[in-house]
């Protein structure tokens, strides 16, 4: 993947194009265009994070309507509820469950701890999503929740550049399911096939029939 990367990054240095890519090669701060590798990292992670954890938002988001029926009979009845599902979905069972982050300066208190300087700080975003004094009956999925503002796609500077489309490849996806395979089954909703992995949270596989 690297090399394909590093021929098309001296592709668009030679034939800019209105892309993403030609962007980034262009891209200078303080005179200081981006390395190669730091080109590389940035457009793989892109890649990556674009991919699998929207696969893993349609996954666990399937799982969790056909684990709670009553809301999936409650989306079937009405597709308009689809954008506040997804929110809900984002928050009942993200696919991002770990973010990292350093300690910019010293933080003399939080949660009783003092934290130096570029002290790493792991922030459990799966945990934060249902918290009980944000949250009321957190750990109950509710497509009809009220402004759900859950930490799936981090916050601030770290906001998810890909929030918006991640939300209308979910809404896209689970709709068409519901529309066109309205009798669609999980076959095994009880166990469940998870990838044992720690930061992403997402299935193996979903095996399904209709």
């Not at 194009?17 to 090669?25: E, I, P």
């Not at 996954?59 to 999936?72: F, I, S, V, W």
């Not at 469950?97 to 009783?112: D, K, N, P, W």
């Amino acid at each position: 993947m690297a090399e394909y990367f590093h021929g098309l990054f001296e592709r668009r240095r030679r034939e800019p194009g209105n892309d993403l890519t030609t962007h980034l090669v262009q891209a200078e701060q303080h005179g200081n265009a981006l390395t190669n590798e730091e080109l590389t990292a940035n457009v793989i992670l892109l890649f990556g994070a674009g991919h699998e954890t929207t696969v893993n938002l349609i996954g666990n988001g399937l799982l969790a309507l056909y684990r709670n029926p009553d809301q999936l009979d409650l989306l079937k009845n009405d597709l308009s509820l689809l954008p506040n599902a997804v929110e809900e979905l984002l928050r009942y069972d993200p696919p991002v469950q770990v973010a990292r982050r350093s300690a910019l300066e010293y933080v003399e208190e939080i949660g009783g701890i003092s934290l130096e300087k570029n002290r790493t700080v792991v922030c459990l975003l799966g945990a934060a999503n249902r918290d009980p004094e944000i949250f009321s009956d957190p750990d109950r999925l509710d497509i009809t929740r009220r402004d759900v503002q859950s930490l799936s796609f981090g916050g601030g500077i770290h906001y998810c550049l890909g929030a918006q489309l991640a939300r209308i490849e979910a809404e896209i996806a689970i709709g068409t399911l519901l529309r066109r395979l309205p009798n669609l089954q999980l076959d095994d909703i009880e166990h469940p096939d998870w990838r044992q992995t720690f930061v992403l949270r997402g299935l193996n596989k979903l095996p399904a029939s209709w």
